[in-house]
Structures are given as C-alpha cells and as structure tokens.
C-alpha cells in the first residue's frame, strides 16, 4: 500500500513538472491558445497514466504531438516530455524490440514528412539528431540504469540466499564427513575383523588343542563375524547421528600393513624394489586402501592362499598389484579345489553367516558377513585419486587387484557456486548495457554525419551548372528557353545561398543558385528572375 502510494506521488510529480512548458510556451502570450495547453496538459496527464504499463506509448504520443508541431521535433514544449518518457520507456520496458521499431518509425516517418513537404534534407536530419540526443541516449540511461538496478537487486538476493542455506551447506559438509569416516572405519575395522577370524578359524582346526579351546575358537569367530555385522549397523548410525566421531586417518605404511596380515596366519609376500613409496594426500590413501582390500578379500573368500603385494614405481605413477591363488577349502556342493572367486568377486559376496562351511575332510572354511561395497566404494576411490583400478578372476581360479596412482595428483578445481555465477553474469549484463548505453549514440551520430556526407555529394551532382552553360545565359531568356538550350540542366537547385553571400539585387521574383565547382562549396553562380525571365547572373564568392 506504502508502494502504491509513492508511485502515485512520483506520477503526479513528473506530471506537473512536464506541464511547465506547456504552459510557458504554448499559451497566447507565445503564439499558442489556451485550447492547446489544455490538450497539452490532458495528453502528457495520460502519458503518465500508461506509462507504468505501456513505457513505449507515451513516448510515441510525444513525438506525434511534436511532428505536428515541427518537423525537426524539436519544439520547446515537449522536449522535456521527450527525454522524461524516453528514459522512463528504457528504465520500464523489459524488451527493447517495441522501442527499437519506434525509433525506426519515427525516423521513416520524418523522411516522408519531408518529402510530402518538399522541405530540404537538412530538416530531416536536424529530426534525427533530436532523435537520437532526446529520445534514443535517455533510453540507452534508462536501459542502464535497469541493468544496475537489477545487479543490486540480485546481489542482496544471493546475499539473503546465502545466508538461510548456510546452515544446509554446514549440515551436508557434516554429513559428508561422517560418510567419509564411516567408510574409513569399515575399511580398516572389517581388515582387522578379517584377519581376527581367519586366526580364530586356524585355532578351531588346530589338531593340537583340545575340544574346549576349539570350541572357544570357534565361538571368537563367531564373535568376529557378528561384530562385523555390528559395524555396519554402527556405521548406519553415525551417519545420522549428531555425536562426534574420531577423524584422524591410520598413518600405517603398506610395510606395516602386509606384516600385521603376516603375523595373523595370512601367506602374505611383499615385492618391492625400494620401500614403497609415500604418496601425498588422496594418493597415499588409496594406496592403502588397494593393499587392504586385496588381503582382506583374500581372507575372506581364499583363506590358506598364498597372497602377493607387488609395488612398482615410475616418475610419474605408482602400480600396486595385489594377486592371491585359490583357496584350500570349498564351499558344499562344491568339488574340492574350488574357490569362492568364479561365483562373485571379492568385496560383493552376497551376506553369508559366520558360521564355518564344513569341507569333506572335516575342515571349516571362515566366512565373513560382507556389505557388497568393498570394491565400489575403492573404484571410486582411486578415481578421486586420479589413477585407475582394475580386477579379475585368474584361470587357476585366483584373484588379482591392480592400481595405478598419480605421484602428484592434481588438485581438483573448486566449483563455482550458483550464487558466484548469478552474479557474474548480472555484472555482465550491466556491463553489457553500459556499453551500449556509449556505442549507440555514438554509432547513431557516426551514421548520421556519413548520412550527411553522402547526401551532401549527392545535393552536390545534382545542383551542378557546367561553365559552358553558365556562359551561354542571356540576359531576358525565360526559364523554359535556358534548360532546352542547356546540355545537361540541373535537376535542382541548391536549397539556398551560401553562408555571407551577398545580398541579392532589388525586385527580383526568384534567385537560384547552383555550384560552380564538384570540388567546392563556393564559389556558386545565382541566377534571379522576373516574371519568369532571366534579369541577372552573378558568381557569388
């Protein structure tokens, strides 16, 4: 309502300050009547009204007002209703097509008037450069001025957009984090838990102990295979759980990580020209994370199978193979030598219980609950890492891992935000328009000084009177006589004299002028009548 109302004070501000000149300079004291100021104040009253909705129509009142009152639009009444309305139209209208063909219009409309009037060019172009200096440069200011408008606008928008989903970027940062430990916590727990159970699993066959210490084997790998259960219920939790959770990753080096699987019964041999590498950031930890996943694979779904970690290095990357052979029990069903490898790759085993498979000589085979990511979740890994992952079942039915990482990983490159590009882009919009708002105009006058120019040559041929001609002309000949003794008469002659000419003689009807030259403007030859005959040439300087 407040809106509204200071809308309306505006429109009847701008009203009464556009009827100043009306008043002033269309009354009876200035050749007017009070008829026309009474019209003059009505129309500008409407123009005002619309101008809000329709920007282009009081602009195209104002200049049919002003053509019927002088050709070059130029009238000291409506002038200020030209550039008031002009720059209200590029300030309001969202399109600038409609403005566009009005400026068009006009110009044509203004080239017609002068040829129905038989009025010189000149004329036409003094309406043009009122054109463009009263109508067209306000609306470039007006266009401008939008633009701007708009780049304030949507900056305190972003701002306020910024600010109400601040706390949604602080809640998914948070929850990306705990998704990022958990999968740590995984990786390095369900290692550990791997190797727990395949040390329980030894225990419970070993011939040397007696059936309690079996039994209790057996109930520790039990103990493992719930526990891995366990965790990813706990990893489920701490993703939505607002408790804290430990962040600090394992700094153990590939070395210490084979050694830890050794000591837990696993065949594990390490191959590696120098000590392996530590690779910076995202690297070093898949590096870790391949190594693991290979021993904890072969673990689960090879147990007794000889592991191989194999590291080799370039300048430019790092290659880790993890290969593993078949295990030495079998599933039931299954012929002994068979190995859990050809029905599903290691890491995607369907969840088993942890309870042992028994084999036809009576041993047990340890299985572990597995969540199906393991491989997933380290491709994706190593991609982030810039290197590559590659796995597959061997013909004696074992497993190989393979990766290739990036020593210098490349930093990846921060996305801009929406609300950074939203605003780059209103600030090339403003950009934009201000330039137009200079090149226009500029360009408009450029076009008219070449128009000018070019007319110029033009009036120029045409008002050309030939020496010879110009010598032959009698005195007392009449204007039909001369232009059929004339080789080549000109079409017209020049709109009038030049600047300081002379003044012409007394008595005369008629005195026309003609160039005497291509090359020059002066000198001319002035040629007066009377009663249609020729009564004096003269070469005017």
């Known amino acids: 309502m407040r809106e509204q109302a200071r809308e309306h004070l505006f429109d009847l501000g701008l009203w009464l300050l556009l009827c100043v000149p009306v008043l002033l300079r269309s009354d009876p004291n200035d050749g007017g009547s009070w008829t026309e100021v009474a019209i003059g104040v009505a129309l500008l009253g409407g123009c005002v009204a619309v101008s809000r ?29 030209l550039i008031a309305f002009g720059y209200l139209a590029g300030r309001r209208e969202e399109q600038t097509r409609a ?30 450069l009122t054109l463009a200096l009263a109508v067209v440069a306000p609306w470039l200011i007006g266009r401008y001025a939008r ?15 910024m600010e109400r989903e601040q706390a949604a970027v602080a809640d998914r940062e948070r929850l990306r984090e705990r998704s990022r430990i958990a999968g740590d916590m995984h990786d390095s727990l369900g290692h550990d838990l ?23 084997a057996g109930e520790l790998r039990c103990a493992a295979a719930d526990a891995t259960a366990r965790l990813r219920d706990i990893i489920g939790v701490l993703r939505e759980d607002d408790a804290g959770a430990p962040t600090t990753p394992s700094g153990e080096t590939v070395e210490e990580l084979t050694a830890r ?15 392996v590498p530590t690779l910076p950031g995202m690297s070093g930890l898949a590096l870790h994370r391949v190594v693991q996943e290979g021993l904890t694979n072969a673990a689960k779904h090879a147990p007794g199978a000889a592991v191989t970690v194999t590291v080799t290095q370039d300048t430019a990357d790092v290659r880790v193979r993890v290969s593993s052979g ?46 199906g990511t393991g491989l997933v979740g380290l491709g994706e890994r190593v991609r982030l890492a810039g290197g590559s992952l590659a796995h597959r079942v061997t013909g004696d039915g074992g497993f190989v891992l393979e990766a290739v990482l990036p020593r210098n990983p490349p930093a990846p490159l921060p996305a801009a935000p929406t609300s950074a590009r939203e605003l780059d882009r209103a600030r090339r919009e403003v950009r934009k328009g201000l330039a137009r708002a200079i090149w226009i105009p500029l360009a408009l006058l450029v076009a008219l ?59 005369m009807d008629e005195c026309r002028y003609y160039r005497s030259t291509m090359l020059a403007a002066i000198p001319v030859y002035r040629l007066c009548f009377v009663d249609g005959h020729l009564a004096d040439k003269a070469e005017v300087p």
Not at 102 to 112: M, N, S
Not at 326 to 348: C, I, L, M, S
């Open 99 to 128: 403005a566009l063909w009005l400026f068009g219009a006009v110009a044509a409309a203004g080239l017609v008037l002068t040829t129905v009037t038989h009025s010189s060019l000149g004329q036409w172009f003094t309406l043009l």
């Open 449 to 507: 000084g070449l128009l000018m120019a070019g007319v110029a040559v033009w009036t120029q041929a045409r008002s050309y009177l030939e020496p010879e001609d110009y010598a032959r002309l009698r005195i007392g000949q009449s204007l039909t006589e001369i232009t059929e003794n004339a080789e080549d008469w000109p079409d017209r002659p020049l709109d009038g004299p030049p600047a300081h000419a002379p003044a012409e003689p007394r008595g």
């Open 326 to 371: 078949p295990g030495e029990t079998t599933r039931p069903g299954r012929a002994p030598g068979d190995t859990a490898h050809p029905d599903h790759a290691p890491g995607t085993v369907p969840d088993d219980t942890a309870r042992p498979d028994p084999a036809p000589d009576g041993s047990a085979r340890v299985g572990l609950a597995s969540g």
């Open 147 to 161: 633009q701007y408008d708009r780049l304030v606008r949507s900056g305190w928008e972003l701002a306020d957009r």
């Open 261 to 275: 699987a050794r000591a837990s019964g696993l065949s594990v041999t390490l191959t590696a020209a120098t000590p």
């Open 53 to 81: 909705r329709w920007p282009p129509v009081p602009v195209a009142v104002v200049v049919a007002v002003s053509l019927s009152s002088s050709p070059e639009l130029f009238t000291p009444s409506y002038s200020l209703a």
């Open 194 to 216: 791997a190797l727990i159970a395949v040390r329980a699993g030894a225990l419970e066959v070993d011939p040397a102990l007696g059936p309690a210490q079996q039994h209790a």
